[in-house]
């Protein structure tokens, strides 16, 4: 008895399918989980320029004077907007964005603060966001210590004011 073997069973088609769709399925999901990095990538490389902004603004707000308040924030105009306790939170637990003040968000998604140590004269720069898979927020904090004028800095800096009003 002879088989006449020109059509493939419906057997071979659905084994066939079976793995074109467990291989399209791995191949999805390693795209997807893909493309969740890097957004995660982007979204700390945004925070880390949101902090550094807030860095060089705080060095022009603070260069001759120190802090009135411990807990802040700097708008995009450099105005200085107290903070509260409630904005700081467990770092383990979600922040309540509603209790920020409006100049202390940045591009509708970033909520920044600062908070000033004086025993060592550090800020410290928070900025949180919700994360992009949904699975809560992300932090990011930065420590800026303000630099400390030597003595021989002052003494050179007041010869050089001399010198000037002396030329």
């Not at 802090?67 to 700081?88: G, K, M, Y």
């Not at 209790?99 to 928070?126: D, L, W």
Request: with cysteine; glycine share 4%; hydrophobic share 40%.
């Amino acid at each position: 008895m002879k088989f006449n073997n020109r059509g493939e069973t419906i057997v071979e088609v659905l084994i066939v399918t079976a793995i074109l769709g467990s291989v399209l399925t791995g191949a999805f999901s390693i795209a997807n989980r893909t493309l969740l990095n890097t957004r995660q990538s982007q979204e700390r490389a945004e925070a880390v320029g949101i902090a550094q902004d807030q860095i060089e603004r705080l060095k022009t707000v603070y260069s001759n004077s120190t802090p009135t308040a411990s807990r802040f924030c700097l708008s995009s105009s450099s105005a200085v907007e107290p903070a509260t306790d409630p904005l700081i939170g467990d770092p383990t637990s979600t922040v309540d964005f509603s209790k920020y003040p409006a100049g202390c968000i940045i591009n509708n998604r970033y909520h920044t603060f600062m908070e000033y140590q004086s025993a060592n004269k550090t800020f410290i720069v928070y900025v949180n966001w919700d994360n992009a898979l949904g699975e809560g927020q992300d932090r990011l904090s930065t420590v800026y210590r303000v630099a400390q004028l030597s003595v021989i800095d002052t003494i050179m800096s007041y010869i050089a004011s001399i010198t000037r009003l002396v030329l």
